[in-house]
Each structure stands twice: as structure tokens, then as C-alpha cells.
């Protein structure tokens, strides 16, 4: 497939998804694939840049992303960044929270440090928060809107649960016993960071596409 279709002919029926993140794209479809938009990830397409993302918050990052892949595609583009941040690690890793532990590292890999830090501080408090960027490039790449969402909790003294990807295994939700790695995914993609994101950005997207007719 072409890297970009034709400016003039932009297709409103496709979303493209910028991650290859196989997790984000199950969770994203699941909550916005309901929008009668074809979602298709980056993956479809060959020789795709992958853009840098050196924003300074989330927001700015999954702005570049959608752009980005917006420009090279021609397609109407969803792209969101996010991250874990920790209180007793002075709200770390958040920004790089994917890059923790090193660019190839692992989920696994990326939690061990993450516990290990954690017990070198010697402080009790787990209280953490996972916030999370959405962003939406028309097909000209012009950003058209940004939703943000927060899910507070705390970390876990060591991973629990098969479900979801990242930390998702040590992080336990306000209100709930069980971390995202073990709570059903129709609760964790109504509470989660990127789930209130996906929802903000949910409604969006039906009233873009009204108004596209």
C-alpha cells in the first residue's frame, strides 16, 4: 500500500490508528469502533515513519503522532500517548514510560525496574496516576481535537493478572482490589486513563462525521 492517498480525495470513512501497540488497538476499537469508520492501524501501510516523539507532555506527543502518520497517509488520524506516574519516584517515569527501561526492553523488563526503583526509595506510599492523550489530525493534518483522562490508583508490590499490556499489572485502580491486568476489560476500558480519553474523543469523532456529510 502507498504510504498516502491523494489529498483531493481524502476517505472520511477511515480512521487510522497511530500505533502499532497491538493492546491500544484492541482497546481503541473496541470503544470507538462503534463509529461506523473503518479503523486500520499503521501497520497497512509500507514504509511508514515512525514519528520522534520529543514532545513535552502527552499531549504534545500523540499531537506529533497524529500528525504525523496524517500527513503521510492523507487519512483521518487517532494517536495517543500515555504513561504511569509515580509518587514516590517524583511522578516518573510518565513521559517515558515506554522507554523506561531501555528502547527494546520489555513489559516485564520495564515493570521489574519499575518495582525495583520503587523499593530503593524506602517509601510506603504507592499512590499513582495513569494519564493518557488522544489526539485527532483531519486528512491534511491539521489537529481537530485533543482529549485528556486520568485514572488514579496505586502500584501493586508485584505484577498480578493476564490481562491488558504494560504496567497494567501493577496498577490497582481507586475503588477496586484487582489491578488492569485483572479486572475485565469492560471495566478497565470505562475507568482507565485511555478509556475516559477514548470516550471525550468517542463523541467527537460522531459529531465530526455529522457534520462531514
Known sequence: MRARQDRNTPDMRKLLVGTQNKGKIT?????????????????????????????????????????????????????????????ALGWAPGLFSARYAGEDASDAERRALLLSELARTGVDTRTARFVCAVAIADSRG?????????????????????????????????GYDQTFAELPNSVKNEISHRGRALAKTRAFLISYKLYRK
Open 27 to 87: 482497546e481503541i476499537k473496541t470503544i470507538v469502533g462503534d463509529v461506523a469508520y473503518e479503523i486500520i492501524s499503521v501497520a497497512s501501510f509500507a514504509g511508514i515513519e515512525t514519528p520522534n516523539e520529543n514532545g513535552s507532555s502527552y499531549a504534545e506527543n500523540a499531537v506529533i503522532k497524529a500528525r504525523q502518520y496524517s500527513v503521510q497517509t492523507g487519512l483521518l488520524t487517532l494517536a495517543d500517548d500515555s504513561g504511569l506516574e509515580v509518587e
Open 142 to 174: 491539521q489537529i481537530i481535537n485533543v482529549s485528556e483522562g486520568v485514572c488514579w490508583g496505586r502500584v501493586n508490590s508485584e505484577a498480578r493478572g493476564d490481562g491488558g499490556f504494560g504496567y497494567d499489572p501493577l496498577f490497582i485502580p481507586d
